[in-house]
């Protein structure tokens, strides 16, 4: 027995050690960043930064890559304060934001080092450049970056709160030290690296806020209303003039002024020519020919003043707009040599030949899995066994099993036969082989509700599963979701009508989307622009819309437009 115990022993110590190699680590999020204890008078009050993206960090040629992806979902929250101290809103399109910094948290998995530092490094994190971010009409700019491995993760005592203003010192320009953390040395960084990065929430360090095409427009119409109001005090002077001369005639003159003065809160460029042509006809009545010399110096005091003001402000807007322009040249020159991305979210699970095979039992025509030395691996049941393969042609150890046709229901199963995340998933799948994702989807004719669930393979993780039931006549006319009937007229109010879903790419995006179809003979109006991968189409608005990318049900103002399912219809 002693023997065959030192040659088990021998045997073990023969065998490879497993490769110690660090874990991918992504997140999705969607967060609103808003300061507490300090008023950021670039925002409009009480209202906070929404962003979504993406957070990724993965290894090559065992180096750390760190990438972020980020989208504005509400732009128009900054605000430009005028002398009055009147706030002019921004309007998407006019603001800027660049020099995004993200940091990622999660807790320590290296529990015995938490212990041993009294909790110094309860929480770690790893910061990243999001670049310049996309908006409404505006694409993102962003590289991925290889920090050295002392200056990948941070620890801190505590998770931090980046909205806090107390839980940053901005005056420090080292990241980790402005959180009030250490760089883990680089053994430590790697330790953690291979335990698994299990990245919990992401959140604003830092960024820069621009609204110079706002304060452009606020300085024009400052300057309207300065206009208005200089030419209000040389006509009422005028007036006096008049009314002194030919009393009569200044009644008529103090009436029509009365009525340009209505504008002038919001003056145009037109009601500053209705005013010049009332003081042309006040000059007439007078039987002068221009200015006084005391509002003639008048004049050129209020021009002067403006000019300067305006110089100032060019100066300032053009210096801050250069910044951005030297950040993007910045991010150019980094891209030529930016480390490449993950090809292949699902790498682990590439294999020449799936592992397990389907079989039929005799009889009863119930399928099931065996592996290949014939061992039953999952018993024969109703359905039937697809094994995965992308549309590259890549084949992955994983398998779809349906339940029957008719109710539509599946599950996911791995190469050892466990079924991952839900024991039963209720629609068509998709496999989305760049987001390592399946989904299932499925519009319910009868209970007009959309059913829905999201498993990552790469993470071995349900992200999303829900249904859906935004589709009452008051969310489909609220989402302008109209239908026609069979001699053009509107009917919106129709009952009759099924829940459809579709999967595709929009603008770049990954989404699945539902819509009301209307039983013949109602189709939709077309309503907008679906921007596809094929280009332009005709397109409506869709009852709801999930982004795959984000892993977040989209809000009804974010939803992008989708193509018309019946665009062959014509009123």
Not at 144 to 156: L, Q, Y
Not at 174 to 182: E, I, L, M
Not at 404 to 427: A, E, M, P, Q
Not at 500 to 515: A, C, H, P, Q
């Amino acid at each position: 027995m002693r023997m065959l115990i030192m040659l088990l022993f021998a045997v073990l110590l023969a065998l490879p050690a497993q490769a110690q190699v660090p874990k991918r680590a992504s997140k999705d999020y969607a967060i609103t960043h808003r300061m507490r204890n300090v008023e950021d008078t670039r925002i409009q009050p009480y209202a906070g930064l929404e962003l979504s993206g993406s957070f990724k960090v993965w290894y090559l040629l065992g180096e750390p890559v760190v990438n972020c992806t980020a989208r504005w979902t509400n732009p128009g929250v900054l605000q430009v304060i005028l002398d009055d101290g009147t706030r002019i809103l921004s309007e998407p399109g006019e603001e800027e934001m660049w020099n995004l910094m993200l940091m990622a948290q999660f807790p320590n998995p290296d529990k015995q080092a938490r212990r041993l530092t009294n909790g110094g490094g309860a929480h770690l994190s790893v910061f990243c450049d999001a670049g310049v971010v996309a908006q409404n009409g505006k694409n993102g700019f962003n590289v991925a970056g290889s920090p050295n491995w002392d200056k990948f993760i941070c620890a801190t005592p505590k998770k931090v709160d980046t909205r806090d203003m107390f839980d940053i010192d901005r005056e420090q320009k080292d990241q980790c030290a402005s959180v009030g953390g250490d760089w883990l040395s680089p053994a430590d960084a790697k330790k953690a690296a291979i335990a698994g990065l299990s990245i919990d929430e992401v959140m604003v360090l830092s960024v820069e806020l621009s609204a110079g095409e706002t304060l452009r427009r606020a300085e024009k119409m400052l300057w309207r209303q300065k206009s208005f109001a200089f030419k209000q005090s040389r006509a009422s002077a005028m007036l006096s003039r008049l009314s002194q001369k030919n009393q009569p005639a200044a009644i008529g003159f103090a009436q029509r002024q009365y009525d340009l003065n209505s504008k002038a809160s919001k003056p145009s460029q037109q009601d500053l020519k209705n005013y010049d042509a009332f003081i042309s006809q006040l000059q007439t009545a007078l039987g002068e020919t221009g200015p006084t010399r005391e509002w003639r110096d008048k004049q050129q005091a209020l021009v002067g003043a403006q000019l300067e003001r305006v110089a100032d402000i060019d100066r300032a807007l053009k210096a801050r707009e250069a910044e951005l322009v030297a950040y993007r040249n910045i991010l150019t020159e980094m891209a030529k040599n930016a480390p490449e991305g993950p090809t292949n979210p699902l790498e682990e699970y590439i294999v020449e030949e799936h592992t397990l095979t389907t079989f039929t039992k005799p009889y009863s025509g119930d399928h099931g899995l065996k592996n290949k030395s014939g061992h039953v691996v999952v018993e024969p049941k109703q359905g039937r066994y697809k094994p995965l393969v992308g549309k590259s042609g890549t084949k992955y150890d994983f398998y779809i099993g349906d339940m029957d046709n008719f109710s539509k229901t599946y599950w996911v199963i791995d190469k050892h036969g466990r079924k991952l995340g839900l024991d039963l998933y209720r629609g068509y799948p998709r496999f989305h082989e760049d987001l390592g994702l399946i989904s299932f989807a499925i519009g319910d004719r009868h209970s007009r509700r959309a059913y829905l669930s999201v498993y990552s393979l790469a993470e071995k993780r349900v992200l999303f599963h829900s249904e859906q039931t935004p589709i009452s006549d008051t969310y489909r006319n609220k989402q302008q979701v109209r239908t026609r009937g069979e001699r053009g007229e509107a009917n919106t109010w129709t009952r009759d009508y099924n829940m459809d879903i579709s999967r595709t790419m929009i603008e770049g995006r990954f989404v699945i989307y539902g819509f009301t179809n209307g039983l013949y003979p109602y189709r939709f109006e077309n309503e907008c622009t679906a921007k596809t991968e094929k280009g332009e189409e005709q397109g409506v608005m869709p009852a709801f819309m999930f982004d795959l990318e984000a892993n977040r049900l989209l809000r009804p103002s974010e939803h992008l437009c989708v193509p018309n399912p019946s665009t062959d219809w014509h009123n």
